[in-house]
């Protein structure tokens, strides 16, 4: 690989950067305002704050997360335990599944000429316009059949097919902007395709993957009607789905929600805190030139 | 963090211990529930209860979303998934004993029907057969304060004058919600049903005379109009009012500190006490249900019975159906149960009905309408009574599949010989060999989504030519989609019409993907350069919205475009801008979804776009900015070319999901003023789930957004693609 370019040296300043922060710093604060409203309901006994603007809570008391975490059954199983493992397991494997599977779909329609290859990518946005309620029941019925309901398989396999279209496409649009050259030059060295894809395009694509990998994980996080459709258990049960148990035909207890939705929120920006640097270290920018 | 810590050895402890009850061969019981808190605790208790006592059963209970509870049931139970017994409003039982979702109740030999309260036994029978045990009643009673006021007038005008006297608000209730007016309505003796027999009516003077009345209350300051359950729970719970009607739910929300009392309902001067509707929460036993009748009796005789309502009674300050539970004394000693008992008596139960489930959207836009000033009483209740109409109305007749099997046959054998022409004459075979590697990259993504996509929308898509009605399909052709497209119950114009549904979808979709894309691409733009300071800070914070679940940030967002206490209208104040209404304009509450959306939904596509933007080689930017190129140039003719290919997709299925997104509709306009601001996608979902199952009519309509979004997707990319350079 050549050397990277050397970039005028500068170092993170605030020199000549301060009207970046004059635009970011109120957006910031506004888009943060209605978050705190989440944290403040969470935070005050019985999950009724007062009506003033003020986003802060006045008295602060830990009983709603308590309630979450400490949640078990009659047998006295900790079912908060199982509900994050179960969360966390599902959300990793459908992550994992869906790059796996859009990974190489996505080099196959960017790296090769095929007959049906215009159909295939036209068929994979295609299914983002299926409205659900037409799927409910009939997927339903497939799972019934082939004996996934009540397991995670099934659930992972439901999450990774929604996740993998826009995996696919995004995946596919990077792919096309990574120049042929270094491949062309492996090819010559005698490396196989295979070699090639993963050894020089997937280390080079990963601003995409990670970007693939968050809206993956995102997408079984935050699901709960087939997760409490499919699943027969409450220790089965993922996050989401205990967390809508706190909204009741007639009332919803939001202080309860609320620490919930905190709590479910966690592990997102915690991933995204580990991703981000791969989708700024400006990889491509040095490495490779057009 | 002392009760979290106990809780934790006490798990600990149980783990450890060799597991109590339960014999070998108990016979198990499936128990579903949507119960949460107190009332979930006293259900708790019954089950150890009855599993101590006899270690021959086990319940496995379960405790669902009610959300996610008939969507469950209903696919569970035809599918031998089900449960044995279950926990449900009594008004489902009509809809559901058509369905074969339930089968008539079986009473314990000592718990006859005699022993429940004559209207909680009348409310569970349906078609002269009595459906399920009931538990508890749930209706609206009068909470009062009792630090702010030492008494309760009977009739609502004194206690208005009174709560006035008090505090800011004179009483709230959930003004917009025909639930909660239903008290005014069954006040002025309105029936939604007439009796057993007849049809729903909506257009009468009952329904004028209690729609002109609250709107009395409303101009007169005595109610504030726009009201939800959090911002009544708000108001009591602050002390900006003495008086609420709410039900027993309310209990668990009352603050700590709040000396509260419950009293029945006020009387309506001169015309008669408010009557709520009652709803009697029921134990089903579900169709296909697997269990011996010994085994479910003895569950039903643990949960309904004497103890069992007792418990349910005291721990789960439950309103029970057993009448000698009341003569217990630590039952009779509850005064504000006595006070909801008291109510029940006066309450209306709630119809029975298939058809009930058609009359909400109906009765709640007529009182919006009325409420907001934009309707008068006289137009709104003959326009509710149209609309239930329209949506009770009988499905098409039906047709012979007889020519669309032949035209199915004609076009498959079509297509299959252009195929084998198209093979033919390109040399397919030889480039599909030659394509091997492909197809292998290709193949592990294909199988999952035509197993888990294909299939299931092919057989959903083939309901659309079938009526379903009380769990039958029958054969209709293309009827469902004529009778969609001619619109013709509704002119074009008016907002339940598919022709301005369509419109107010695309405005939607245009104005929320501008604004994501907008945003999102500004904002990374912002944070991509590698020498700022805090940029990764400004990063995680700024995808919060899209990490939270937005079903609360979705409320919160509502409560800021409240007129009266929202922090929307505070901004506005500071400026000396007049309180806007925020839900009775279609523009305003079309921009307050707009706003809730593009808060949802930018922080998405600025992940994307600093992913994008990291395919741009620094180099050329650096290149121009040395040749001289303005930044604007840089980012038209160097930036926005390259990042095209990357965030395309984006954008593209951006405007998809957008199309189909109806929750945050749902959760902050509601649809408000009169439906005007409902997607497409909405009007299938209700067709499907609250407006009797239509589900070959639902199909439809999702078949024709489906086709929509081809021809917008197809469009999008023209244009793109004219915009591109060469």
């Not at chain 1, 995409?208 to 258990?233: H, K, Q, R």
């Not at chain 2, 119960?35 to 006293?42: K, L």
């Not at chain 2, 004028?208 to 009544?232: F, H, I």
């Not at chain 2, 409240?562 to 007049?578: C, K, P, S, T, Y």
């Amino acid at each position: 690989m050549t050397e990277p370019v050397k970039h005028v040296d500068r170092r993170t300043t605030w020199k000549g950067q301060w009207w970046r922060h004059a635009i970011l710093l109120p957006l910031t604060i506004a888009t943060l305002y209605p978050v705190l409203w989440v944290v403040k309901m969470a935070l005050t006994p019985q999950g009724t704050p007062d009506l003033s603007a003020n986003p802060f809570p006045s008295e602060i008391t830990f009983e709603n997360f308590e309630a979450l975490i400490g949640t078990t059954d009659i047998h006295g199983t900790w079912l908060f335990g199982h509900w994050l493992f179960n969360s966390l397991v599902i959300a990793g494997a459908t992550t994992v599944v869906g790059i796996a599977l859009s990974c190489t779909a996505a080099y196959a329609f960017s790296r090769f000429d095929f007959p049906g290859r215009e159909l295939g990518m036209n068929a994979f946005l295609v299914t983002q316009m299926f409205p659900g309620v037409v799927m409910a029941i009939p997927l339903y019925i497939l799972m019934d059949a082939t004996g996934l309901l009540n397991s995670i398989t099934g659930l992972v396999l439901c999450y990774s097919t929604t996740a993998i279209p826009f995996c696919v496409w995004m995946l596919k649009g990077y792919f096309d902007t990574i120049p042929r050259d270094l491949e062309e030059a492996a090819t010559i060295d005698g490396a196989s395709q295979w070699t090639i894809f993963l050894v020089i395009v997937l280390p080079l694509s990963r601003p995409a993957i990670a970007v693939t990998a968050l809206f993956s994980f995102m997408t079984a996080w935050n699901e709960f009607i087939l997760a409490a459709t499919f699943m027969g258990d409450e220790t089965a049960f993922t996050l989401p789905v205990a967390l809508q148990r706190f909204v009741g035909d007639y009332s919803t207890d939001w202080g309860a929600f609320a620490a919930g939705a905190i709590v479910v929120s966690i592990p997102v920006m915690a991933l995204f805190f580990a991703l981000q640097k791969n989708l700024v270290e400006g990889l491509t920018a040095g490495s490779v030139k057009g | 963090m002392m009760p979290l810590l106990r809780r934790a050895l006490l798990t600990l402890a149980l783990v450890l211990l060799p597991a109590p009850a339960a014999a070998e061969d108990a016979e198990v019981v499936r128990l579903w529930h949507a119960y949460r808190g107190q009332e979930q605790a006293a259900l708790e208790a019954n089950i150890l209860w009855l599993q101590e006592r006899d270690p021959n059963i086990k319940v496995d209970i379960l405790a669902v979303p009610s959300e996610a509870f008939r969507t469950k049931l209903t696919n569970a139970v035809p599918h031998d998934n089900g449960p044995d017994l279950f926990i449900a409003p009594h008004e489902a039982a009509a809809q559901w004993s058509a369905n074969n979702i339930i089968q008539p109740a079986v009473f314990p030999a000592a718990l006859p029907p005699s022993s429940f309260s004559d209207p909680a036994i009348e409310a569970v029978t349906y078609d002269d057969r009595v459906w399920a045990v009931p538990l508890a009643f749930k209706s609206l009673a009068l909470f009062y304060n009792r630090d702010l006021v030492d008494r309760v007038p009977a009739d609502l005008e004194s206690m208005a004058l009174l709560g006035a006297e008090v505090a800011d608000v004179p009483f709230a209730y959930e003004v917009g919600n025909f639930y909660h007016h239903a008290a005014f309505f069954h006040a002025y003796g309105g029936r939604v049903f007439a009796d057993a027999e007849s049809p729903v009516d909506l257009d009468t003077e009952a329904m004028r005379q209690a729609l002109r009345y609250v709107k009395d209350l409303v101009d007169s300051e005595t109610v504030p109009p726009e009201t939800d359950g959090a911002l009544v729970a708000n108001l009591f719970n602050t002390g900006k009012t003495a008086f609420v009607f709410n039900g027993p739910w309310f209990l668990g929300e009352i603050g700590p500190t709040i000396n509260f009392g419950v009293a029945p309902l006020p009387d309506i001067p001169g015309t008669g006490p408010l009557r709520p509707f009652l709803t009697v929460e029921s134990l089903y036993r579900a169709a296909r249900s697997k269990a011996s009748d010994r085994a479910v009796a003895k569950v039903i005789a643990a949960v309904a019975g004497l103890e069992g309502s007792v418990v349910r009674a005291t721990v789960g300050r439950q309103v029970v159906a057993l009448e000698p539970a009341h003569d217990d004394p630590r039952v009779a000693r509850d005064t504000t149960l006595g006070a909801f008992v008291a109510q029940a008596r006066a309450a209306v139960p709630m119809p029975n009905r298939p058809e009930m489930g058609a009359v909400w959207e109906p009765a709640n836009r007529a009182l919006r309408a009325v409420v907001r000033g934009s309707s008068v009483p006289t137009v709104a209740s003959a326009r509710a009574q149209q609309e239930v109409g329209f949506y009770l109305r009988p499905p098409p007749p039906p047709s012979s599949p007889g020519p669309y099997l032949v035209l199915l046959a004609l076009l498959l054998l079509g297509g299959a010989m252009g195929t084998l022409h198209l093979a033919r004459r390109s040399n397919l075979v030889a480039r599909v060999r030659a394509s091997k590697h492909a197809y292998m990259y290709l193949l592990p993504a294909s199988l999952g989504m035509i197993a888990v996509v294909f299939v299931p929308f092919l057989v959903g898509s083939a309901v659309s030519l079938f009526a379903h009605k009380g769990g039958e399909f029958t054969f209709v052709g293309l009827k469902n989609f004529a009778r969609i497209l001619q619109s013709s119950d509704y002119p074009v114009t008016d907002p339940m019409s598919f022709w301005f549904t369509l419109v107010v979808t695309v405005a939607w979709t245009l104005g929320n993907v501008a604004l994501h894309t907008g945003i999102g691409l500004g904002l990374a733009l912002l944070l991509r350069d590698p020498w700022m300071k805090l940029k990764g800070i400004y990063r995680v914070l700024l995808i919060v919205p899209w990490a939270v679940p937005n079903y609360i940030t979705a409320l919160i967002w509502k409560g800021m475009f409240n007129r009266q206490f929202g922090a929307v209208n505070g901004v506005l104040d500071v400026f000396g801008i007049e309180p806007v209404s925020w839900f009775s304009n279609f523009f305003t509450a079309f921009a307050a979804n707009l706003t809730t959306n593009t808060w949802l939904g930018f922080p998405f596509m600025m992940v994307v776009t600093l992913g994008a933007l990291q395919a741009i080689p620094r180099d050329l930017t650096e290149a121009a900015e040395v040749d001289g190129a303005s930044a604007w140039e840089r980012f038209r003719h160097i930036t926005l070319p390259l990042l095209r290919p990357a965030l395309l997709p984006a954008v593209i299925l951006g405007s998809v999901w957008t199309f189909n997104m109806f929750n945050i509709i749902y959760l902050v306009s509601a649809g408000e003023p009169g439906g005007s601001t409902e997607i497409l996608i909405s009007e299938a979902y209700k067709w499907a789930f609250t407006r009797q199952a239509q589900y070959g009519y639902a199909s439809a309509y999702s078949l024709l957004i489906f086709g929509i979004l081809i021809v917008y997707t197809l469009l999008t990319k023209k244009v793109t693609e004219a915009g591109a350079p060469a």
